[in-house]
């Protein structure tokens, strides 16, 4: 798995623990639903930290709350 791809489940994983459509997390994160989606949907090759930081203040969490999971542990150098 690659970080797009963590970063893409982390925001399905939070919108559903919350009950949030992707329009209403974009609107509570000031950010059109068309970024999220591109997010979401492998469109957005590398989500900017800006954008992710936006998602979190919607998300109503911090930027280490949003990484601290196994998953973006168990994440591989990209960097070879």
């Known amino acids: 798995m690659d970080t797009r791809i963590a970063v893409a489940n982390r925001l399905l994983a939070l ?3 919350r009950d949030l459509s992707i329009r209403k997390l974009a609107t509570l994160s000031a950010i059109p639903p068309s970024t999220v ?3 979401l949907y492998g469109r957005s090759k590398n ?3 800006v954008t992710i930081k936006k998602l979190c203040d919607g998300l109503n969490i911090t930027l280490g709350e949003f990484f601290s999971t196994p998953e973006f542990d168990a994440l591989e150098q990209e960097i070879q």
Do not use: R, S
């Open 15 to 17: 919108c559903g623990e």
């Open 37 to 39: 989606k591109n997010i």
């Open 47 to 49: 989500p900017g930290i």
